[in-house]
């Protein structure tokens, strides 16, 4: 069987993307090299939603080959189409010699280059995980799905994330043959590690009784997210066992914190790096990400809480809900915005106490195991032999 080469163009190490480049890498059974496009700079960078600089305390560049590529962009950004400029990606990945090109996002000056110069001369992979939840009718829209069409004419195969992100895919054209299912996942295993005792630190530092239930929002504190209707709905709970935990930063930060001293039990920790974040997981019963829009593309974090065995309460903004959320069964779905739709689904699960969320949390344990970074790898590297 050929060697094949993959030469993989993504923005910068990213803590969902790594590990499942590292396995690619160790397996052996394609040949792969990261070219990252924001420079060398993008190992330490200011995070807008966050509101701060961002350096992460567990390394994403081990255990796999990658180049930095020069980024002449005025403004480097990960979020802005002119802020990735590399005049020279292309004979940097002629020089690997790849057989095949895999794409993270179009949305990049340099990016779409490779789309368009390696069209018809390379099997061109690419990897988004956008949706449609967001269309709205109008002039604007049709001239943006004119405009992604054409883009997506210079692509072969779309790795999709999930049943969203394959209805976006097919409504801009592309056949069900250019569709491969990856699906979107984090590293199950680093979450599911029990550490029990600093699960019970979490719980011990924020006061809580053992029968207590904790829910919690981890995340940027911004309008997309809405961690505000969380707080309103939680209000409404009147319930002394229950507190609910904000872990993250963000513009909405004091507006949260005013808001909170209405209720009790409401507390906020800052940002946790990775290392933390499995413990503070652990340590709650309930995780919701409560997104209104722009809609949520899929909610890494809920692979994150689910690895980690617990409930979950998702809007249906949320681009994962209607993959990984069984509704009555590991979790809830509300109507996003909908204050009287989140606070009954909230009470609902909370009715259900510790042992009824616990057996939710079973079920996304189950739901979760799937979502990996071995399948992606499987379903990679079959792909670029078959095709």
């Given amino acids: 069987m050929k060697n094949i080469r993959l030469a993989i163009i993504t923005t910068h190490p990213i803590q969902y993307y790594a590990p499942m480049f590292k396995l690619l890498h160790e397996r052996g059974n394609i040949t792969i090299n990261i070219f990252y496009t924001f420079g060398a700079r993008g190992t330490e960078k200011f995070d807008e939603g966050f509101g701060k600089i961002i350096k ?12 930095w590529v020069s980024n002449i962009a005025h403004k480097p950004s990960s979020a802005k189409f002119k802020g990735i400029k590399n005049p020279g990606l292309i004979s940097q990945i002629e020089q690997w010699k790849p057989d095949a090109i895999l794409v993270y996002g179009w949305a990049y000056h340099s990016h779409l280059q490779v789309l368009r110069f ?3 001369k390379l099997p061109v992979f690419f990897r988004g995980d956008s949706n449609c939840l967001d269309d709205v009718k109008g002039l ?8 992604k069409k054409w883009i997506y004419k210079h692509i072969d195969y779309a790795l999709y994330t999930g049943s969203h992100n394959k209805a976006y895919f097919k409504k801009l054209g592309l056949k069900e043959s250019q569709l491969i299912f990856v699906p979107h996942a984090v590293d199950n295993e680093r979450f599911a590690v029990l550490n029990l005792a600093k699960a019970k630190s979490v719980r011990e530092n924020l006061g809580l009784k053992q029968n207590d239930i904790l829910i919690l929002f981890a995340g940027k504190f911004e309008q997309k997210k809405d961690p505000l209707i969380l707080l309103q709905a939680f209000s409404e709970l009147t319930a002394p066992s229950v507190s609910l935990l904000f872990v993250g ?3 909405l930060e004091e507006t949260l914190k005013a808001e909170s001293k209405k209720s009790s039990n409401v507390h906020f920790w800052e940002f946790q790096n990775q290392s933390e974040m499995p413990a503070i997981y652990q340590a709650c019963d309930l995780f919701c990400l409560p997104s209104q829009g722009p809609a949520e593309t899929w909610g890494l974090a809920v692979n994150e809480a689910m690895a980690c065995g617990k409930a979950i309460l998702v809007s249906d903004r949320v681009g994962c809900a209607i993959d990984l959320v ?3 069964k590991n979790g809830e779905i509300f109507r996003a915005g909908d204050l ?3 606070t009954a689904k ?12 616990s057996r939710m ?11 990996n970074f071995g399948t992606q790898v499987t379903t990679i590297e079959t792909s670029l032999h078959e095709k």
């Fill in 340 to 342: 009287s739709d989140i």
């Fill in 56 to 67: 992460w305390d567990i390394s994403f560049l081990d255990g796999y080959p990658f180049e």
């Fill in 249 to 251: 930063s963000g513009h």
């Fill in 346 to 357: 909230l009470k609902r699960m909370v009715r259900e106490g510790k042992v009824g969320l």
């Fill in 361 to 371: 949390g079973q079920r996304s344990q189950e739901i979760i195991q799937t979502w």
């Fill in 118 to 120: 390696f069209k018809n």
């Fill in 140 to 147: 604007k829209t049709v001239v943006k799905e004119i405009l």
């Fill in 326 to 328: 069984e509704q009555g």
